[in-house]
Each structure stands twice: as structure tokens, then as C-alpha cells.
């Protein structure tokens, strides 16, 4: 049982390149959410989705895009970075009716 | 959502108990109340969480006002391994699975 996967723990991007975060996990839950943390901050949802082919905006989604196609799954797209979403990336789970999330080591990304 | 307030740092001493507060007068009903912490380089975990009354598990206790504007995590005995940044965090369980992060409290544990 791994609990919440990211991948990958690091990464470089430049300017307008695009990537994608993986969260994947394994313990069948509902719920899953992204989040990003600049430094000294509080966490920030940017997407989260309460099943399979359902998700919805969090506070701050704009540049990002996501997709819910399995229960395990749930990557983030960065579409075109910017330097300002320089960040780590946080991805949750939780299952349905139960009120403890669980998350991801987080991935932490730099765009120069 | 409804707010919570927190003082933005505080310290203990190794081995004393500490109280982290967390005011919270608007609200509802049916907002639960909730404490994750963030250890340094990590992901948040769950603490505990409750509705109207005081609380416990193995990590924390939770004690709520009787008029649920304001409760209080308590750590019967810090240990270095503590110290994080503790968050408090209202939910409707009537909605949707968003949790809203604010600012937190940044516990420094003293040897």
C-alpha cells in the first residue's frame, strides 16, 4: 500500500513548455486534489475531483488542467509554464464520507 | 467558507504540553473542525478533527468552545519531532471535498 504517488519529486522547466505532475493512488478513494505551496505560504487548491470523469476549479486553477479518466489517476498539466508557477505541488486523496485526507511527498517545480 | 484565525508562530519548551488556538466565530453548524500539520519537507497529515465535542487520539486533543467559535489543539508532551506548521481548517460536511488551507501556526519546539 503506497498511499498517494507523485512524480516526479523535481523538475526544470523553461519558459512555455508544458508538462504533466502524475498523482496516482492506491487506496480507491473519491476524492483527489491538487495544490501548490510558494515558500512561507499556506497550501492553495487548484483543482480537485469528487470521482472518475468529474473535477472541478479550486482557488487558483487558471494555467493548469486536469483530467480524471480512472479512480487512481490524477495528473496535472501545466499547459505553458510561467516563472510564477514556480512552486511544490501537492496531490490528496480521501475516500467518500470520511473526513482524513492523505498526501504526496509533493513535486517541486521550477520554471526559469 | 468560514475562516479560522491563528497566531502566526509560537514556541514551547521540549516536554511541556502546548496549546495551539484557533478562533473561529462565523462558523455553521455543520463545519467540522480540523488540524493537519506540515512537517518541514513534507506533505500534510491529519491530526484530528471534531464538531461539537472535545476529542482524542494518539497525536493530539482537541477541546472545543462550548459555543464552537474557538477551539484549541493541545500536545500533551512536544517533542522536537513536533515541531511544524499546524493548520486549522473548517469544512461543511454537507458539501463538496474541498479543504482550504490558510496561513497555519508554525510551532517551534525549544530543546
Known amino acids: 500500500n503506497a498511499g498517494v504517488t507523485q512524480t516526479p519529486k523535481f523538475q526544470v522547466l523553461k519558459t512555455g513548455q508544458s508538462m504533466t505532475l502524475q498523482c496516482a493512488q492506491d487506496?480507491?478513494?473519491?476524492?483527489m486534489s491538487w495544490y501548490r505551496q510558494d515558500p512561507g505560504m499556506g497550501l492553495r487548491l487548484i483543482h480537485y475531483?469528487?470521482?472518475?470523469?468529474?473535477?472541478d476549479q479550486g482557488e487558483v486553477p487558471n494555467g493548469y488542467n486536469v483530467s480524471r479518466s480512472t479512480t487512481e489517476d490524477f495528473p496535472l498539466r501545466l499547459l505553458s509554464a510561467a516563472p510564477s508557477q514556480t512552486s511544490v505541488y501537492f496531490c490528496?486523496?480521501?475516500?467518500?464520507?470520511?473526513?482524513?485526507?492523505?498526501f504526496g511527498q509533493g513535486t517541486r517545480l521550477t520554471v526559469v | 467558507d468560514a475562516k479560522t484565525t491563528q497566531p502566526n508562530s509560537m514556541e514551547s519548551n521540549e516536554e511541556e504540553p502546548v496549546h495551539l488556538p484557533c478562533n473561529h466565530s462565523?462558523?455553521?453548524?455543520?463545519?467540522?473542525i480540523h488540524w493537519y500539520r506540515q512537517l518541514p519537507s513534507q506533505g500534510p497529515e491529519y491530526v484530528i478533527h471534531?464538531?461539537?465535542s472535545n476529542v482524542n487520539n494518539r497525536m493530539a486533543s482537541l477541546a472545543i468552545a462550548e459555543d464552537r467559535k474557538s477551539s484549541t489543539l493541545i500536545l500533551h508532551r512536544a517533542t522536537l519531532r513536533d515541531a511544524a506548521v499546524y493548520y486549522c481548517?473548517?469544512?461543511?460536511?454537507?458539501?463538496?471535498?474541498?479543504?482550504?488551507f490558510g496561513k497555519g501556526t508554525r510551532l517551534h519546539i525549544l530543546p
Open positions: 490528496a486523496s480521501r475516500r467518500a464520507g470520511r473526513t482524513e485526507a492523505f
Open positions: 487506496m480507491n478513494h473519491e476524492y
Open positions: 462565523t462558523i455553521s453548524g455543520t463545519d467540522y
Open positions: 471534531g464538531l461539537t
Open positions: 475531483s469528487v470521482g472518475a470523469g468529474i473535477t
Open positions: 481548517i473548517l469544512r461543511d460536511v454537507r458539501g463538496d471535498d474541498k479543504i482550504i
